[in-house]
């Protein structure tokens, strides 16, 4: 059977799975030595901003054969120099056994294309020193390392357009 991979837009409804994916996120960071901290954010607080009227992040959900297995969130920037958006990737996770498969892959590309629409010049986050598969994932989708605070990388893919 071939699998069915489908990347959209989270709404509200995604709220519940939204927190599991978060928690999970923070389990894969701890493991990376890249967050040691606690979750503090709730269903409701996941409703209360990501879906109002003015939201204060974005989700991208990775479905395959229909069932969640991903997502991406993200925000928007403003430089007042440039006079141009950017998008900041806050989380990235293709659950753990789905990982390597392509759909990290599938998340970035739907992330570049809401990068396109908004007229972003660029997506830029930052990765966990110690994992050096998604430096190697990041580089080979064409991001670059813009700069280092210690061993930390912070990432840029550029948009052309």
């Known amino acids: 059977m071939e699998n069915k991979v489908n990347v959209r837009k989270a709404s509200k409804p995604d709220s519940s799975k939204l927190l599991e ?3 999970q996120k923070a389990e894969f960071d701890r493991s990376m030595q890249g967050f040691n901290g606690a979750i503090t954010t709730t269903k409701e607080k996941i409703e209360r901003t990501l879906f109002c009227d003015h939201p204060f992040a974005h989700a991208l959900i990775l479905e395959l054969n229909s069932e969640v297995r991903g997502f991406a969130l993200f925000h928007y920037r403003y430089s007042s120099f440039s006079g ?3 998008i900041w990737l806050d989380d990235l996770l293709v659950v753990s056994k789905y990982r390597s498969r392509g759909y990290g892959a599938e998340l970035m ?3 570049k ?3 396109e629409n908004s007229l972003s010049s660029h997506i830029s ?4 020193p110690y994992n050096t598969k998604a430096h190697e994932f990041y580089k080979k989708l064409g991001a670059g390392i813009e700069r280092m605070d210690g061993q930390r990388p912070y990432f840029r893919w550029e948009m052309i357009g």
């Open 21 to 23: 994916l978060i928690e």
């Open 84 to 86: 141009e958006p950017s």
């Open 125 to 128: 986050w930052t990765a966990s």
């Open 109 to 111: 590309h739907a992330l």
């Open 113 to 115: 294309i809401e990068a």
